[in-house]
């Protein structure tokens, strides 16, 4: 920043330097030119008398004398280079030098060529401002005379000039110090103040990376709105979600492995029965062995059943939204449907389906559904009936079951949570919370509640319509 500021300030002061001399110069340039005038009009007689072969001498009037200040030098440059000073009463003694450029002047003087502006320097060393042009006497009312070979130089001192040009130069080299020292103290300032909120967040960053502290969060002032606290919003925001996540996580590993030791432990028991009869000589009965038989399949399925809702819950929201597409939701359930008819032959399932179609991941949907109809089954009477309706998007299930007790419908949907009344049947706890997750990543709604007459009604409102939206080519 200080660099910068350092290049635009010197910029500017260079660039004022130059307009300021140009505009000294432009004054010292109207002033030559101011000065020559008069021998236009036959008023540097002093001069041609001061020099050698000079045209005869002009009338000494009060018109015809060089009416100038004594900073002026005067002096006449022939072609060859020779000068002649003036010797009039207001002029310099000093000469100035002759250049090239000055006898080309002299030299073009008949065809009345072009003056030129110069800076040169007097006899002494001293600077001065040149004004060379062709010498042209009038003298009224004779026509106006060109001199050839001949040039006059008018010039002014330099001096005050180029002092102003260093004064100001060195107050512009000051004061643009100055503006670039402020600068970088302002600038380092601002800096330090700005990048405080970032040297905080990288501190919360690398104590996050090196502790795995999800709970720590940078302190934010409420009324600010620029990108450090957006950034540091965005990061709290996710060491929550992260914390969550975590939290979720463990949670889930110590639900799962509290689930997970009954049926391992029954299956273990039986397996070790199962060895011992065989190991000692002694088989059981066939009624019994079938039975620890029948107990280990039903172990291993519900096991089975288990890791495969574990294995659902654990899909990140990636996995499952690269599958999501366009459902019937109808077929869904029809297919869902014939799933639940083998598992409860002796029920009576009824269907009256609608079209709908609705953004879902197909197998997920079927699985929330199946979910849905298997708890149906599990708490219907034997020869009980389920009524499925499927109208403008709205889905219900409802069996005629001993339905859910009110102080325990908030805790359906939880992770393992099962009804003490049903810890003896079948089943992990997670099939609807499977079911609530999918259809809330639908956009949709689910419920349990009481039926009226008794039983229980499951409600599932996904967002749809009853066609398919065209296809896009």
């Known amino acids: 920043m200080a660099a910068a500021v350092a290049f635009a300030v010197a910029a500017v002061s260079v660039s004022c330097w130059f307009v300021v001399r140009g505009k000294l110069y432009e004054e010292l340039d109207n002033e030559l030119a101011a000065a020559q005038s008069p021998q236009r009009l036959a008023t540097v007689e002093a001069v041609l008398t ?107 001192p330099l001096e005050d000039t180029q002092k102003t040009l260093s004064d100001l130069a060195l107050l512009l080299l000051v004061v643009s110090g100055i503006g670039v020292v402020l600068s970088a103290v ?39 709105d620029d990108e450090i606290a957006r950034l540091s919003r965005s990061f709290n925001s996710m060491t929550t979600a992260l914390a969550s996540s975590k ?56 096991l089975a059943a288990l890791i495969g ?39 009576t399932i009824t269907a009256d389906l609608q079209p709908w179609y609705a953004r879902a991941e197909p197998a997920a949907l079927e699985r929330a559904i199946v979910n849905i109809l298997d708890n149906a089954v599990k708490f219907s009477p034997e020869g009980g009936t389920i009524e499925v309706v499927l109208h403008n998007g709205v889905l219900t299930v409802r069996d005629h079951g001993p339905g859910i007790p009110a102080e325990e419908l908030p805790y359906v949907f939880d992770r393992f949570w099962r009804s003490p009344s049903a810890r003896a049947l079948p089943g992990s706890g997670l099939g609807l919370s499977i079911v609530v997750r999918t259809v809330h990543q639908a956009g949709g709604v689910v419920t349990l509640d009481h039926a009226p007459g008794g039983g229980t009604v499951a409600t599932v409102r996904l967002p749809g319509a009853p066609t398919p939206p065209p296809e896009t080519p």
């Open 50 to 156: 001061a020099c050698p072969q000079e045209p005869p001498p002009l009338s000494n009037n009060g018109d015809n004398i060089i009416k100038q200040p004594d900073v002026y030098y005067l002096q006449l440059v022939r072609a060859d280079g020779t000068r002649c000073m003036a010797l009039a009463p207001n002029s310099r003694r000093e000469f100035v030098k002759v250049s090239e450029k000055d006898e080309q002047v002299a030299r073009d003087a008949a065809s009345d060529g072009a003056g030129i502006y110069r800076n040169g320097t007097d006899s002494k060393g001293n600077p001065v401002r040149v004004l060379t042009l062709p010498l042209l006497i009038r003298q009224p009312p004779a026509p106006e005379t060109v001199y050839p070979d001949t040039a006059l130089l008018v010039a002014l």
């Open 186 to 224: 302002a600038g380092r300032a601002v800096a330090r103040t700005g990048l405080t909120p970032v040297d905080r967040l990288t501190e919360t960053v690398e104590h996050v990376a090196r502790t795995e502290d999800l709970t720590v969060r940078i302190p934010l002032d409420d009324d600010s």
């Open 309 to 347: 809702d574990l294995q659902e819950l654990s899909r990140s929201e990636g996995q499952r939204g690269e599958r999501v597409q366009v459902v019937s939701l109808a077929d869904t359930v029809e297919s869902a449907l014939r799933r639940a008819r083998l598992r409860g032959p002796e029920l």
């Open 247 to 302: 939290a979720l996580q463990q949670q889930l590993i110590a639900d799962a492995g509290h689930e997970l030791r009954t049926p391992l432990t029954s299956l273990r028991t039986n397996i070790e029965l199962l060895t011992r009869s065989e190991e000692t000589g002694r088989p059981l009965p066939e009624a019994d062995r079938k039975a620890l038989l029948a107990s280990v399949k039903a172990q291993m399925t519900e």
